[in-house]
């Protein structure tokens, strides 16, 4: 049973446009949530976090919303650029940090292209 | 660079050999993490590090599978009898023990090819 959803496999926005990737999670204890980017053979990258706390998070261009009720997250990136162009994998902790005992738990990844 | 090192990068090996990889951790990092991704999947806790105790491990995926940090410095993740079923990215990612809002850094990866 996956804990953290990705719902849409790809997303194809233009450039210059808003990105919205979506999360959504059904594990009432994560408490914390990260976004990374992941480029094709390489690790994946710390983009933006938010606490559960928050219901907002801002970093340059990405944005992070936090709805607790609905237990759904997205990722805003505006605007699109052609170099954001990878996989983002949205991830949760029920630790009081991001990590601990239990790790991370990443959903399945949205595939974001930006077209020129 | 001070990021977090794996290596191999790449590993090609045949069923049922032994192989190990190395995860140097940001330094200064004392908490250390294995992850195992799998072609349309995200990355999959697998076990963790504190300095060098590790505080979880019944996640590794089979008895086969063992990893190290003797010194609370660098980690070895071995798999033993390989099999097709292990060929994947094996993640290494490090993050400081501070109260709230760590942050998990990852390494490149190492992938291992089992024929």
């Known amino acids: 049973d996956q804990q953290v959803k990705q719902n849409s496999p790809s997303l194809s926005v233009q450039e210059g446009r808003i990105s919205i990737l979506n999360c959504d999670y059904t594990?009432?204890?994560?408490?914390?949530f990260l976004w990374y980017k992941k480029y094709p053979a390489e690790g994946p990258t710390f983009l933006i976090s938010?606490?559960?706390?928050?219901d907002k998070n801002e970093d340059g261009r990405f944005t992070v919303f936090l709805n607790k009720s609905a237990k759904h997250l997205s990722l805003h990136i505006v605007p699109s650029q052609p170099g954001d162009s990878a996989v983002y994998f949205c991830a949760a902790s029920d630790g009081p940090s991001g990590g601990g005992a239990d790790g991370l738990t990443f959903g399945k990844g949205t595939h974001l292209i930006i077209q020129p | 660079d001070t990021g977090v090192s794996q290596n191999p990068r790449h590993k090609i090996t045949k069923r049922g050999q032994n192989v190990t990889f190395r995860c140097d951790p940001i330094s200064e990092h004392n908490r250390l993490y294995w992850y195992r991704q799998t072609l349309g999947q995200g990355p999959e806790f697998l076990t963790y590090f504190q300095n060098e105790a590790q505080l979880e491990k019944s996640r590794l995926l089979s008895d086969r599978f063992s990893a190290e940090r003797p010194k609370g410095s660098f980690s070895t993740l071995e798999i033993q009898r390989t099999e097709q079923g292990d060929s994947a990215m094996y993640l290494c990612?490090?993050?400081?023990?501070?109260?709230?809002?760590?942050?998990?850094?990852f390494g490149e990866g190492s992938w291992l090819t089992v024929v």
């Open positions: 990612a490090s993050s400081p023990n501070t109260i709230s809002g760590n942050t998990i850094y």
């Open positions: 938010i606490s559960s706390i928050k």
């Open positions: 594990n009432s204890m994560f408490d914390y």
